[in-house]
């Protein structure tokens, strides 16, 4: 099933309920939360339905980890809003409301773009204050997800001056201007593409074989699949990447733009401006050897500090006894994932949710677990 919340990893849950509970005190009155509806012979689940006045919105909450999230995110989070707002017998608004920071530019091209009114963390502060609400509750839930060196306090660059009137945001003058005989423009994205890529990039993947035969198929499929998550986070691809010396070849190197906590810390903490992924089609858990290999690619004075290991069968305890070894002898960082981490990262990232999140999960249980 290709939807997942990222409230199953930390705090999202909570973050919904309490957002859901802030719009009925501020005149939104609830249908119903939470439910599963069957729309185009699909079933969505759908976080909330209101009634403001005479309109109906339905309201789709993400939880980020990051205080700011990639633009590709917010996009694909707002199709899968055109989709339930699709729902037999709605004619109504729709209203994401996201835990990160989005500028009004991004907001703005979502409302005209899209149709639908994205609400952010500045809303929720102005709304804590036009109710006289204590914020503790919110500070604390955004601190427990808070990762590398970011310590500032959550509602720091936040606008508490906001209106909190549904109305002003979704009056006809700030909805979409068409040309009543143009027909309307497609969305940027559709929740439909989105699918689509997503199922044939798990099916591409469930029908690689492992073993050397295959390693191509898997080297390729897997490098989708990492444009497909990461497209706002990566840039510069480099496939087949040889070392100077020709006596090494990297299967993918990457640059990296840090718009998401994970990669700000990756570049900060980890003193590197590029990421190596390695992908191993084995039969077999991959072992120390393989860590080994991959460690001596890579370079912290180049810039080239941290890689991802991908396997087809995951890694042995002896691997992961290497790459604990390597940070703490070295300093350089090997994640090790396998293609359940990939599939999860690609169902969450088909509604926007944050695959950033799920290794910002990934690499804080890598390091608390660290010994000396």
Known sequence: ?????????????????????????????????????VINSSTFEIDGIFKYGINKVIVEVKFYFSKQVGNSSLFK????????????????????FVSAIVDTNTKEFIRHKYGIVLWDRSNLCSILWKLGKDMTPFIDMFLSVQSGEEIGHPFDGT??????????????????????????????????????KATDLISQLEAVLPGKTQATEFEK??????????????????????????????????????????????????????????FKNYSDSITAMQVYT???YLYPAALRGVAIIISANGANEHARRSA???????????????????IEMINLTVDGNSASDYLAKKLEEFLITLSR
Do not use: H
């Open 1 to 37: 099933m290709i939807n997942k919340e990222i409230g199953d990893l930390n705090s999202g849950g909570s973050f919904e309920e309490a957002v859901l509970d802030l719009l009925g005190q501020i005149g939104l009155d609830e249908i119903e939360r939470n439910v599963n509806k």
């Open 77 to 96: 989070a707002a199709a899968g809003l055109r989709v339930r707002m699709q729902l037999p017998g709605f004619d109504g608004m729709g209203l994401l």
């Open 159 to 196: 606008d508490n001056s906001l209106p909190v009137d549904f109305m002003f945001y979704a009056s006809p003058e700030w909805l979409p201007i068409e040309d009543p005989g143009q027909p309307r423009e497609e969305p940027l994205v559709t929740n439909t593409s989105i699918r689509t």
């Open 221 to 278: 499929v897997c490098t989708d699949i990492i444009k497909f998550i990461f497209e706002d986070q990566l840039r510069s691809w480099y496939l087949q990447q040889r070392s100077d010396d020709d006596l090494s070849r990297y299967d993918l190197v990457c640059g990296i733009q840090p718009k998401e906590d994970f990669w700000i810390t990756l570049v900060n903490s980890f003193r590197t401006r590029y990421i190596l992924f390695e």
């Open 294 to 296: 991959t460690e001596r």
């Open 324 to 342: 604990a070894g390597a940070l703490r002898e070295s300093g350089k960082l090997i994640l090790l994932l396998d293609t359940k981490d990939l």
